[in-house]
Each structure stands twice: as C-alpha cells, then as structure tokens.
DNA sequence: TTATAAACTGATAATTGTTATCAGTTTTGT
DNA sequence: ACAAAACTGATAACAATTATCAGTTTATAA
C-alpha cells in the first residue's frame, strides 16, 4: 500500500472523533473543511485501512457501516433512541474465543458484539 | 396480523432449510417451486415475523440479512471461506448482558454476537 | 534526476439489497 | 354477506456501496 495524503486525512478525521462516524459522516466533515476528497475515496481508503487491521469496521447496526479508530479488542452498543454508539469492553465476555474454538472445533479469526438497548442519557428522559 | 398462505409457506421454507438463509434465497427456492411468491412478499413477511419475534433476523453478516427460525438464544459464526453460518450456543458467554448492564448502567434489550473464521470442513481440504 | 509501473485520485455511472407504492385480492369480525 | 383491515404481485424508487475510467501521485531503480 501506498502512502495517500487523502487516506492520512481520513485517519485522522477518524481518529479525532469521538464517535463511531459512519464514511458519509466523514466525507461531509471532509467537504465542508473543504478538503475536497470525494465519497468514493473515503470509501476506499476507510475498507482498506479495515481490510488491513489500521482500523474497525462496525456493522450490523441499522443500514450504513461504521468505523473506530479503537483497534484494540471491544464491542459496542447502540441506543435503539439517540443512536449513538458506545464502546463495551472485552471484560464482559471473557475466553469467549477460547470456548467457542473448543466447543465447536473451528478456528476463530475475529468475532463482534453488538448491544442494542436503551443508554444511560436517555433512560433519564 | 392475519392469516396469510404466503407467510406460512415462507415460513415453512425457512423452518425447513438447514441453513440461514437470505430473503433472496428463499424467493428463489419458492420460484422453483412455482409458489408464485413476489420477491416484496418474502421481504415483507420475513421482517414482519423477525419484528413480532417469530423469527430471527441475522445482520451484520456481509450484505445482506440472514434469517433463522431458530429463536432460542444463540450466535453465530461464518466461514469465510464456504460462507456457511452455524449456530453457537449461548452457553459460551455466560452472564453476558447482566455484566454489561452491571458496567454500564444501560438497559439491554438484545444483543447479537458474530464469529468469522474456518469451520472443520474447510479447515480439512 | 528521470523513467516507469503501481497505486492512487475525483467524478460519476452502475450495482445491489431493500423498501415504498398502488391497484386489486384475502382475511376477519359483525 | 359486508365492510374494514391486512394482505398480495409487480415494479418503481431508494440508499449504501462499488466499479469504471482517465488523469495524478508515489515508490523504485536505472
């Protein structure tokens, strides 16, 4: 892979957001800083940093996927009111690769949880 | 919701394959069969039935929906290498929504969990 | 350095999975 | 048997994503 400004751009777009944008998110962050990068590159740059571990891909939410820059091991849940996407650590699901390998025999290469329910925010309302 | 002889057959063909299919899929065993079945009909039914519980409707996968008629609680995990989907008991991650409730205070109202990996049968060749 | 191949880009057309629409048909409760 | 509600097939519309393509940038090595 080639170095790309465009794809450090993304990155870091990424990177500095708090949220789990999805790649239409990043490309209207992108248009009105006026960066000038079109959809289709964030879409390529996004899969291919995915493809190749440099980031997460999140999907199974509703239609769009999402990404993290947060490459280490985590799930997420979703609030089926507000729609904002949490970050659940690994603890809640320990040796869940080891069990499944045992139990079934296959070999694991990655796995996903994904929550959906209610948020603290929004159960106050 | 009333009676339909086109849900009962959808719902028949889904119970009846061994896999998990896509909408798709179903459409096309039905098409076979002269059931005379609109692709519209299968997505209308299939969602219907995955939101009133009766089903389950697998996301997340690659593009497409998935759907089950397996409604216990279990996950999943896909080859990615045959594309088969298989079935993982829940057993593997015990306490899972207590913990994660317990951590963060949201409600949980359902949660899915994915593997990707080699099943045994690819794993033989 | 410059030449060259490979990897990249923006713009946009095409594709794909899914949903909406609509006129007509079934089902259901009275 | 009748009206209201829920259903249907056919197909147009939609939204997210990917493919295409001519031109540009990057890496490599003579």
Redesign the pocket.
Known sequence: ???????EI?YKTLADNVVHP???YIYEILKEAN??????????????MASCGHIKKI?GL?????FDHNTFEHYHFICQKCGKIYDIPKEIAPDIIQKTQNKTGFTINSHDIVFHGICLECKKE
């Not at 892979?1 to 794809?7: E, F, T, V």
């Not at 960066?35 to 291919?48: D, E, F, G, H, P």
């Not at 509703?62 to 999402?66: F, I, P, R, Y």
């Open positions: 892979m080639n170095y790309s400004k465009q794809r993304i999805s790649a239409e960066s000038n990068i079109s959809l289709a590159t964030v879409y390529r740059n996004l899969n291919k999907e509703e239609d769009k996927a999402h």
